[in-house]
Structures are given as structure tokens and as C-alpha cells.
């Protein structure tokens, strides 16, 4: 069996994942699931088609396997230090380019972004780890 080498451009794989999963579920902009199916849901029931519950499935699959991945590769401390290191990067970043923070877009961006970068780590993490220490996680022993 060849050796699986892990690459920036496979974890740009799974941030775009991510991205297309968070930014799906909703945006600033209106164009996403939450303004296309539950917004208009929530105002009448007669709203309903099966194309938009299919949709939904397939939004639920994606963050079920994204958060189950992390979760199980992170653990829930992992997963906290993650996101309370991302969120003191965007705070350092906001506070040294002094940003403005009024905008309730920019910052519903900020926070997609850093969902993102957690749950793409989170997905990456047990190869990160591998290549950082050598360490092998039980999933992926090999056998010759």
C-alpha cells in the first residue's frame, strides 16, 4: 500500500469544504439556506418542498461528519482552545488594523470563517498531528 502524504493542498480541500458548508447555511447576503428555506418556512408552513428538505439533509450530512470529525479528533478542550485561539487572532487583528466592528456583515463573515478554520482543522488534525510528531492514530495503521 503507498504512503498517504498529507499536503497544504489537501487541507485547502477541506477548508473550501468547510467554507461551502458554513456559508451555505447562512450568510449576510441572503443567499443561503437559512434565508432560501427556513426564513420562509418560518413565516407559512405552505412554504415546504421536498427539493428544500433535500438540500437541508444534505447540509446536515456535511456538518455532522465536520463536527464528529473534529469533536473526535480534537476532543471537546481542543475543540475550545481552537476556537478561543482563532477568536483572539481575529480580536488581535480587529484591535492592531483598528476595524471597525460595527458592521453586523463583516463580523457574521468573521465568525463563518472562523467556524470554518476550526472545523477544516479539526478534519485535518489527526494528519497534522502525524506529520508534526510521526505519531500514528489507530485508524490508519497500515497493514503489509
Wanted: charged fraction near 15%; proline fraction near 1%.
Amino acid at each position: 500500500m503507498a504512503a498517504y502524504s498529507f499536503s497544504f493542498g489537501n487541507f485547502l480541500l477541506r477548508f473550501a469544504f468547510a467554507l461551502v458548508v458554513v456559508f451555505a447555511t447562512y450568510n449576510p447576503e441572503g443567499y443561503s439556506y437559512f434565508d432560501w428555506a427556513i426564513k420562509p418556512l418560518l413565516e407559512d408552513i405552505s412554504d415546504f418542498s421536498v427539493l428544500k428538505a433535500l438540500i437541508g439533509i444534505l447540509l446536515l450530512v456535511g456538518w455532522i461528519v465536520l463536527v464528529r470529525a473534529t469533536y473526535l479528533a480534537l476532543g471537546f478542550f481542543g475543540t475550545l482552545l481552537a476556537i478561543i485561539f482563532f477568536g483572539l487572532l481575529v480580536w488581535l487583528i480587529i484591535d492592531q488594523l483598528d476595524l471597525s466592528t460595527d458592521s453586523l456583515r463583516v463580523i457574521s463573515y468573521v465568525v463563518g470563517f472562523v467556524i470554518a478554520a476550526v472545523l477544516s482543522i479539526g478534519v485535518s488534525w489527526s494528519h497534522l498531528r502525524r506529520k508534526l510528531t510521526g505519531q500514528v492514530d489507530t485508524d490508519d495503521v497500515e497493514t503489509t
